[in-house]
């Protein structure tokens, strides 16, 4: 019997653009079996100075490959050119932090001899490999989450089966390979196509040790209710990442990066700014701002240099958007620009002034290019309008008051909090994740790697031990 066929489409074109042969049910139980032998096999296990190794082979596989992988993930991902360069560069740094990690990441000496009882001793922690990791990505960074979630796999000595997202998995194998050419046995890190049935029944194998997630939050709670006994997970959701602009802020100094925020891959970024909050002595010269500015933005082909926008992944987002923008409208939201579909895959960038509290989009994470804008006269408003929130992701403020900047820092129910700077600000060595209804943990290369092992306690008994 035939494998089933992922066929694979350009969200600009709708073209299709490759034909992948599925795995199946069986296909899973054999990666499942394979990924836990070698993980209790420890004659079987990568020495720490060959995973150095292999992880130092694949940067320059990488670097020579930037534009290759730039133009695989620009075709099936959507993302504009530029943009993507920017990714294969952030995920080549990736791996290069995980060396960095490796090198540094180490247990500690616990105190021994401070009591009777516990004389003559000495104790110290070690990290080891949690177990199997089963790994779920998203298509918004078809290469960078890959790397986020199988490079730090590797670094911890831990077999990963990793799960792409159906619309870019070419990405992901085409970096898989490169992993096998630096010398990485295949146990160690297998690609999985497959349905999401499947990937739903395997988080509750108990030889999988931890989930990573990275999508919506419907299905990661979901998958977290799953989970076998003692299976730990790292769930990375989405929000509506707020700004804050203060009466004092510049608009020449914050303008683009609210329109890069609120923008960057046509919103579909967990952090893209979803709501900005204008003191009402700034909110005319903003909209004015945004609406100019926002006539001149380049919404087009994902291969074009030219491109600041590109499509949404599937053509019933951009229906999907449209729907929920008809509904702010209805419930008295003003259209500042934009508002329309432009193609069957791309919507024209969006400003909504005062939408209803009762919207979709002021409840829920849009994923489209699509920014609101809110009125407040007191900051205190604002933050508490913020805080109702389930979401608690990214957030940030534009001030040059410090006594603002700390207060709103302090205050808002976030997990990173950024002065003059944009929600969607990273690099890939900090700790990034939401909180609340936003997900469960850390993500970053060097906290990932942590999340993946687990320490150990030695404790030697000898008279030798004096102390």
Known sequence: MSKQELLVYSPYTREQIDSIPMHDAHDAEKMIATAYAVFKDSKQYIPYHERIAILERLIPMMENSIEALTIIATKEGGKPY???????????????????????????????????????????????????????????????????????????????????????????????????????????????????????????????????????????????????????????????????????????????????????????????????????SQTDALLMGLKERLKQFRSGDPLSVESEGGPLIHPKEVLRVHSWIEEAKIDGAQIICGGEILSETLYAPTVLYNPSEHSLVTKQEIFGPVLCVHTYTEVDEAMHRINTSPFGFQASVFTKNTDIAFKVMKSLNASAVMLNDHTAFRVDWMPFGGRDASGLGWGGIPHSIKEYSREKMLIFNSPNFIR
């Open 82 to 280: 530029l943009d993507s360069k920017v990714e294969v560069l952030r995920a080549i740094q990736g791996v290069k932090s995980a060396i960095d990690t490796m090198r540094t990441m180490h247990g500690h000496e616990v105190p021994m001899g401070l009591t009777a009882s516990s004389q003559n001793r000495l104790a110290m922690t070690i990290h080891e490999p949690i177990g199997v990791i089963f790994a779920i990505s998203a298509f918004n960074h078809p290469l960078n989450l890959i790397v986020h979630q199988v490079i730090p796999a590797i670094a911890a000595g831990a077999p990963v089966i990793i799960k792409p997202a159906s619309s870019t998995p070419r990405t992901c194998l085409t970096f898989i390979d490169m992993l096998y050419q630096a010398g990485l046995p295949k146990e160690w890190c297998q690609a999985l196509i497959c349905h999401s049935s499947i990937a739903q029944q395997m988080v509750s194998d108990s030889r999988i040790a931890f989930l990573s997630f990275i999508g919506s939050g419907e299905i990661g709670w979901k998958l977290r209710s799953l989970l076998a006994p003692g299976m730990r997970c790292a769930l990375e959701h989405g929000g509506m990442a707020p700004s804050i602009i203060a009466e004092d802020a510049d608009m020449t100094e914050y303008l683009e990066k609210i329109v890069k925020g609120s923008m960057y891959h046509s919103g579909q970024v967990c952090v893209s700014t979803q709501h900005v909050y204008i003191h009402a």
